[in-house]
């Protein structure tokens, strides 16, 4: 079973075989993680990204899928991409959630990587309560059939950090 780690601060700043990345549907760059990812990585991501629409995903990357670019100036080697859904108060969309840290792990194994820094998937513009989001986070991490040996949350706010900690315990 992986170790699952907790890190207050900056994703880009992760040293580990593969940063995921909460991208949009486009693949092309957006706010939050996704943009954060895009500027401190280079334009090197935006060219597989794009190069990956071109080919695999015209009409852009599945909610809850994931696939993996190169990582540009990031101290990782790869940068896994997923989207997470939207939430809604009257859809249970936790399945789609959850499919983001498994898919990520599933892409993380066929890569060979054994770090692996996520960030809060969907809890940011696309609304989802942190609360939540840390418990699915932490319980699909937990049960994932994966060769990766430590999951790492990385967790720009101290709110975001002592949410997840409390469901780590």
């Known amino acids: ?5 907790l890190v ?5 700043e992760q040293e580990v075989d593969a940063v995921v990345n909460a991208a949009n549907s486009t693949l092309l760059g957006g706010g939050g993680v996704d943009g954060a990812i ?14 990956l629409r071109a080919t695999e995903y015209p009409d852009g990357l599945p909610t809850g899928k994931a ?16 989207v997470g859904p939207v939430y809604s108060a009257r859809e249970d969309r936790s399945a789609l959630l959850a499919s983001c ?3 990520s792990l599933r892409v993380a194994d066929e890569l060979g990587a054994r770090t692996v820094a996520f960030p809060a998937v ?13 418990r699915l986070a932490i319980e699909t991490a937990r049960a994932a059939d994966t060769a990766v040996e430590q999951i790492r949350f990385v967790l720009f706010s101290a709110d975001a950090y002592d949410t997840f900690a409390a469901h780590l315990r």
């Open 38 to 51: 895009h500027r401190k990585g280079g334009p090197e991501i935006l060219a597989a990204c794009r190069e």
């Open 122 to 134: 969907s809890t940011g513009v696309y609304g989802w309560p942190m609360d939540d989001g840390a």
């Open 1 to 5: 079973m992986a170790e699952l780690v």
């Open 101 to 103: 840290y498994r898919e």
């Open 67 to 82: 696939v993996a670019t190169s990582a540009g100036k990031l101290p990782a080697r790869w940068v896994i991409h997923t």
């Open 8 to 12: 207050r601060g900056d994703i880009t």
